[in-house]
């Protein structure tokens, strides 16, 4: 641990280095280089994030059948089969689409659909349920978009974007 602890950028490379000759990975040896890495991650997952919000047309995604296409703000179903979205559904349902089978918190949801800025905490929970009725085959048993009681929401299907 005291490698980590190290101010010097090059201190510690050398257990680096036998670590390497027993076919294990190379790690940051000094905790300088591993923000360094991380704010790397981070700047690129921010620049993807911001080009997507840029270029709202490009792309969409799809989920068991389901398509999202981005351009024309549409939704068909399996069936290919419009389904009519309120923007403030679309919203809600691109917001979940970029986060899949990750828990959004409500306050997350609210940012994500910010149309009004009177919204209330309630109005995120009415716009689920529209969704759920539009998605589901059986709305009383959600396999889509599942609750967490007192905490958000997630997209619990797989997404591919497209």
Same mark, same amino acid.
């Given at each position: 641990?005291?490698e980590?602890?190290?101010d010097d950028?090059g201190?510690?490379?050398q ?5 390497q000759?027993h076919g294990e990975?190379?790690k940051?040896?000094?905790l300088r280089?591993l ?7 981070l700047r $690129? ?6 080009a997507?919000t840029? #270029?709202?047309?490009?792309?969409g995604?799809?989920?068991?059948g389901w ?5 024309? $703000?549409?939704l068909f #179903?399996?069936?290919a ?7 403030g ?8 689409l970029?986060?899949p089978?990750?828990l959004l918190s ?7 659909? $910010?149309i009004h800025e #009177?919204?209330f #905490? $309630?109005s995120?929970d009415?716009?689920?349920? /529209?969704l759920?009725?539009k998605?589901?085959?059986d709305p009383s048993?959600? /396999?889509?978009?599942?609750?967490e009681?007192?905490?958000g929401?997630?997209?619990?299907l797989p997404?591919q974007?497209v």
């Amino acid at each position: 641990m005291a490698e980590a602890e190290g101010d010097d950028a090059g201190e510690g490379h050398q257990g680096g280095q036998s670590q390497q000759r027993h076919g294990e990975a190379l790690k940051p040896f000094s905790l300088r280089e591993l923000l360094a890495r991380l704010r790397a991650v981070l700047r $690129r997952q921010e620049m993807e994030r911001v080009a997507r919000t840029r #270029d709202p047309e490009r792309g969409g995604y799809r989920f068991e059948g389901w398509q999202l296409e981005r351009r024309g $703000r549409r939704l068909f #179903d399996p069936n290919a089969t419009p389904i009519a979205l309120s923007k403030g559904e679309y919203a809600l349902l691109l917001a979940f689409l970029e986060a899949p089978q990750r828990l959004l918190s409500r306050e997350h949801l609210l940012q994500a659909t $910010r149309i009004h800025e #009177d919204i209330f #905490d $309630r109005s995120i929970d009415v716009q689920v349920l /529209r969704l759920h009725r539009k998605l589901e085959t059986d709305p009383s048993a959600p /396999r889509v978009i599942q609750t967490e009681r007192g905490v958000g929401y997630v997209f619990a299907l797989p997404v591919q974007p497209v």
